[in-house]
Structures are given as C-alpha cells and as structure tokens.
C-alpha cells in the first residue's frame, strides 16, 4: 500500500508541473491597416481668396492692401507646390458667374473662384499670363 502511495504521490508530483506549462498558441495581434493618406490642406478649396484682402481697402495704411495680397499669393502658391497640385496665379480677375448671360456673351466665366472659357464642347480652365491657373471673383 506505501508503494502505491508512494507511486501515486510520485506521478502528482510530475504530471502538475507538465501540465502547467501547457499553453495555448497565441501569435501575435494582427497590426491595424495602414491609414489611407490625408490629402494636404487646400485654402483655396472654398474660395481663391481665403485671406480676403479687399477688407483692407479703406485701411489707413495705403500699403496694407497690397501687403496682404502679397502675403496671400506667396501662400497659396508655397501651399500648392507643397501638395503637388498646379499654382493659382497670383491677379485675380473679376468675370462673372457661369450662367449669367454676360459670360455667355464674353465666353469666359467665374466658376468657384477659378477662371473657365467657353469652348465648342465644354469649358477649359484659364492660364494666367503670369503663370498657373487664372483666380477670379464673381461667380
């Protein structure tokens, strides 16, 4: 009967400490998917005048209306050439509004603040004669 107990205290003594060290097999979590890229910020998605300089038309300062356009221009243009898109002009034209029969009559038309003329099978974006695409107001 001691051999037995004996046997059987043995067997306890070995078959807990193997069984302990049973795991279950986790791997590692699988990592999130990549995040899709944020687009740059575009000022001029609303409007290519965002930093509205004629507010400073009756400005005391006869320079500031000039100082403000400048600084709007450097940073449209710094913004566009970070992001890879094409570079607003730095004039901005008055055209009127696509619809208005004005520019039916004229052939070009302010469509969101970006200049368009009229061709036989749609409208082209205007360039500027100072370089990228033509800004305007009034559509």
């Known amino acids: 009967m001691g051999r037995i107990l004996c046997g059987l205290l043995l067997t306890l003594c070995v ?3 193997v069984f302990a060290q049973v795991r279950t097999a986790k791997g590692k979590p699988a990592p999130p998917p990549p ?3 944020r687009a740059a910020y575009n000022s001029t998605a609303k409007d290519t005048t965002p930093f509205n300089c004629d507010q400073y038309r009756r400005h005391p300062h006869p320079m500031m209306m000039g100082y403000c356009n400048s600084i709007e221009n450097m940073t449209l243009q710094n913004e566009a050439r970070r992001a890879g898109r094409p570079a607003p002009s730095s004039s901005v034209i008055v055209l009127p509004g696509l619809g208005a029969p004005e520019a039916k009559q004229l052939g070009y038309a302010c469509v969101g603040g970006q200049a368009f003329k009229r061709l036989s099978n749609g409208w082209e974006q205007v360039h ?12």
């Open 15 to 17: 078959a807990i400490p």
């Open 35 to 37: 995040a899709a890229p």
């Open 128 to 139: 500027a004669p100072d370089g990228g695409w033509q800004r305007c107001q009034g559509g």
